[in-house]
């Protein structure tokens, strides 16, 4: 009789590693795909950075880094947990899927911040750099982030074109007669800054703060559906080691 119950017994926790080894790999995979998004974010990327106030977004980014790396380790850790039955093991796994959790949360929590206030950033922020840093003394790489700005987005200046009239550059000799930088160009050749008529410049309703709020915007938005996925297999993977653990415990006994 007791035979016939420690069967069904060992059939359910030969289920339970099946289905956790199986969580297991979607998980490591999971923390490489949240460790890409990190490592795209400052690598593609980079180059905005230099325009925005904040550090948040950059923050978030290796936050999203470390928790993918963080992710991947604690996979190797969970797949060896499971081929050996190891109670000590699964007990440091389901740990290290809580820290991992609470890590994301923080770096979901950081991005919905970084949001909403995003607009007002960007407005100020933005504006004040194109009259007042780009190409001066000591800030080229925000004028090499301007310039790229400008060009990926094919927009010109911060709401529009007249934005560059204030510009401490445009205003100075060294401009050579530009209304504004040649990076604002659809063919970009030495002074055609000079010219300011829409067949040569972009004209975007907006200007280049409306692109890269939506660039902004729709990056947290990965950033997000990305951590809200993994989580969602956390909160799978802490129920099935719960389980695991706790079959194990009984079947010692």
């Known amino acids: 009789m007791a ?3 420690a069967e069904p017994d060992d059939w359910l926790t030969v289920y339970l590693k099946y289905l956790l080894f199986v969580f297991n790999f979607f998980f490591w995979v999971g923390g490489a795909a949240v460790m890409a998004v990190g490592i795209w974010t400052l690598v593609e990327k980079s180059g905005y950075l230099s325009v925005l106030a904040s550090s948040t977004f950059a923050a978030s980014a290796y936050i999203l880094i470390f928790a993918g ?3 991947m380790a604690t996979g190797f850790l969970g797949f060896g947990a499971i081929v050996r039955e190891d ?3 699964l007990s440091t796994y389901f740990s290290l899927l809580l820290v991992i959790f609470l890590v994301e949360l923080v770096a979901g929590v950081l991005a919905h ?3 909403q206030r995003l607009s007002d950033e960007l407005r100020q922020h933005l504006t004040r750099t194109l009259a007042e840093n780009y190409r001066q003394p000591g ?3 925000i004028t090499a982030s301007v310039d790229r700005l ?3 987005f094919k927009c010109c200046g911060s709401n529009s074109s007249a934005d560059w009239q204030h510009s401490t550059y445009i205003l100075s000799r060294e401009a050579e007669g530009r209304r504004v930088p040649d990076s604002c160009c659809k063919t970009v050749v030495a002074r055609c800054g000079q010219r300011t008529h829409p067949s040569n410049i972009y004209k975007v309703e907006g200007g280049c703060i409306t692109k890269l709020e939506q660039f902004l915007a729709d990056h947290l938005l990965l950033m997000g ?13 802490m129920t099935l080691t719960c389980c695991l653990h706790r079959r194990l415990q009984l079947r010692s006994y």
């Open 69 to 71: 790396a963080l992710v």
């Open 225 to 237: 559906a990305v951590g809200i996925g993994v989580a969602c297999l956390q909160v799978c993977g």
């Open 3 to 5: 035979q016939c119950k």
């Open 139 to 141: 800030a080229a790489e």
């Open 150 to 152: 400008q060009q990926d």
């Open 113 to 115: 911040l970084y949001y």
């Open 87 to 89: 109670r000590s093991c």
